[in-house]
């Protein structure tokens, strides 16, 4: 699966891009090309076991009761 926080713009809103660059909407940080192809599944990366990034989210995005739960 794809990053689903992945995104590639032409754009950071001031300045255009000659080519799409990838954005980390969890970080709202640009990355290296060599981060998004990880992202991309290149080297069969599991997001929800693998990516810090990825799981801090979807933590936060957790109510605490359900995280309680576990």
């Given at each position: 699966?794809?990053?689903?926080?992945?995104?590639?713009?032409?754009?950071?809103?001031?300045?255009?891009?000659d080519h799409e660059r990838p954005?980390?909407?969890?970080q709202e940080e640009f990355v290296?090309?060599?981060?998004a192809d990880i992202c991309n599944?290149?080297?069969?990366?599991?997001?929800?076991?693998?990516?810090?990034?990825?799981?801090?989210?979807?933590?936060?995005?957790?109510?605490?009761?359900?995280?309680?739960?576990?």
């Amino acid at each position: 699966m794809t990053c689903p926080y992945l995104e590639y713009r032409h754009s950071d809103g001031d300045v255009d891009f000659d080519h799409e660059r990838p954005l980390c909407t969890v970080q709202e940080e640009f990355v290296s090309p060599m981060k998004a192809d990880i992202c991309n599944d290149r080297f069969e990366f599991e997001h929800e076991c693998d990516c810090e990034v990825f799981k801090s989210h979807v933590e936060e995005a957790m109510p605490e009761s359900a995280a309680d739960d576990d």
